[in-house]
């Protein structure tokens, strides 16, 4: 026993070390450390150079605390009226949004023949963009008072409230339940949605106030709580884990939720990491050449449908042709939700092998593809037109 005690200290450790070189790398190269992660847990997984077999009921447990972190700390960047004021506002472009970028993640996994489970699983992850990524590349490029970033964050908004009720789906579909329990599901889930922004416009602060603290060691312990028991009881009804944490985040409100942030960043960095790590191990990287052809396609399909989304919406709200560039650009990035979406379909046992492979390298592509677009596209848009100037 203490020998394997000391095997899982000595291999957590290692886990942890190395994480912390990727990520410094990738900040020290300007990009997101999602693709990094996956690359680690594809060294270390099954069918990787090394394989760890001492941590693996740790980093299951800490990757769905992290998922539940994502999604908590997603809440809390939006209060009740925000949801309801953005919806409102982007409605039209969410929808361009769902079409042109839910469309290519059916179309291939139909003709990959992996039905309608894994068609519902594949839209998920080719439309949700990456809200981390595109937050870090408007801060580092310094476009956060642009004109077309309103009409960015809207649309990510939308795609926030659509995962909303797409979780409960998802669930619902890959757990296999029948066509009244799933409808049974769902309508517990769009319930507890709305009844979640009712009390959140109309008592936000009574919610606060309940986790709540000057003692962070207390706010803490409250926040991690609240999140773990809401989260629980979601996935004993039936309903995404995820969504519970969700829909806690939009009901803490004000300075509460500005200070919760705060706290949980960290926490929730490193609780994220070990499920993208435990994404990485679970893939097989033999799986991914002969998916690989499929990832590209998809990547420039989608892609090319993300640009066109946030030039159509920035063009309706008025901005110039470089800025309907910026904010197509903005949205290519996938990450974090794609693969939170992945991971739940591997879990269930209702993907086929190739689909954790396809969704980690496409994951991979966009993430890296994403942030390189947001810096050139502009760029080489405005070195077309000087051409054409300079010919005309």
């Not at 500005?258 to 929730?268: D, M, S, V």
């Not at 159509?312 to 470089?322: D, I, V």
Request: cysteine-free.
């Amino acid at each position: 026993m203490a020998h394997q005690t000391a095997l899982s200290l000595i291999q957590l450790g290692a886990i942890f070390f190395g994480l912390g070189l990727l990520g410094r790398l990738a900040g020290r190269i300007g990009m997101s450390p999602i693709p990094l992660y996956l690359v680690g847990g594809l060294v270390f997984g099954t069918g990787g150079l090394i394989e760890l077999h001492h941590v693996d009921e740790f980093i299951e447990l800490a990757s769905e605390i992290g998922v539940i972190l994502l999604l908590l700390l997603l809440g809390l960047e939006y209060t009740a009226s925000e949801l309801v004021t953005g919806l409102r506002s982007s409605w039209a472009a969410g929808l361009v949004d769902v079409v042109l970028n839910v469309t290519p993640g059916v179309a291939v996994a139909l003709l990959l023949g992996w039905g309608v489970t894994g068609a519902i699983a594949m839209a998920g992850v080719t439309y949700i963009s990456s809200s981390g990524i595109v937050a870090k590349v408007l801060n580092d490029l310094g476009r956060v008072g642009n004109r077309e970033t309103p009409t960015i964050l809207s649309i990510l908004v939308f795609e926030d409230l659509v995962m909303a009720g797409y979780l409960p789906v998802l669930t619902a579909v890959l757990a296999g339940v029948g066509f009244v329990a799933g409808l049974q599901t769902v309508g517990i889930a769009l319930a507890a949605v709305t009844l979640v922004l009712v009390v959140a416009l109309r008592f936000g602060r009574y919610v606060s106030l309940i986790v709540d603290s000057s003692d962070r060691e207390i706010f803490l312990l409250k926040l991690l709580g609240s999140a773990l028991l809401v989260a629980g009881f979601a996935s004993a009804l039936q309903v995404s884990a995820a969504v519970g944490a969700f829909l806690l985040g939009i009901a803490i409100s004000d300075s509460t939720a500005h200070n919760a942030t705060k706290l949980l960043e960290p926490i929730r960095d490193l609780f994220a990491a070990l499920f993208f790590v435990l994404f990485g191990l679970s893939t097989d990287p033999a799986s991914i050449p002969p998916v690989l052809g499929w990832a590209v396609l998809l990547a420039v399909v989608t892609a090319s449908t993300k640009i066109a989304t946030g030039w159509w919406a920035a063009g309706r709200a008025g901005a110039s042709r470089y800025g309907r560039a910026r904010a197509g650009s903005a949205l290519v990035a996938h990450g974090e939700f794609s693969i939170v979406i992945a991971g739940l379909a591997v879990a269930a046992g209702a993907a086929p092998p190739e689909f954790a492979a396809l969704a980690t390298t496409y994951v991979l592509l966009m993430a890296i593809l994403g942030p390189v677009a947001a810096r050139g596209l502009e760029p080489i848009l405005r070195s077309v037109d000087r051409l054409r100037a300079r010919a005309a």
